[in-house]
């Protein structure tokens, strides 16, 4: 097992650099999501979940092509 927790000071996004770069990726989704379906801002909440869950199920290349849900259960 070579996952390692650790946490970061407040309001220092420099150290905790992939989970930034994750929520941007999440966030470019949301935005996708909602003007390609012309969907009202309202619907916010459930197009976060939505990009959360699909960023959580896609593989990914910095994983060795295994999901962030994968690699979690290992």
């Known amino acids: 097992n070579d996952r390692a927790f650790s946490q970061s000071a407040t309001y220092t996004s420099a150290q905790n650099g992939p989970a930034e770069r994750s929520l941007g990726l999440i966030?470019?989704?949301?935005?996708?999501?909602?003007?390609?379906?012309?969907?009202?801002?309202?619907?916010?909440?459930?197009?976060?979940?939505?990009?959360?869950y699909l960023h959580n199920k896609s593989p990914?290349?910095?994983?060795?092509?295994?999901?962030?849900?994968?690699?979690?259960?290992?």
Not at 27 to 36: E, Q, Y
Not at 60 to 74: K, M
């Open 27 to 52: 966030i470019t989704k949301v935005r996708a999501m909602l003007i390609s379906t012309n969907f009202p801002d309202e619907m916010w909440p459930e197009a976060l979940e939505t990009a959360a």
């Open 60 to 74: 990914q290349q910095a994983l060795g092509w295994q999901s962030p849900l994968q690699r979690l259960h290992q």
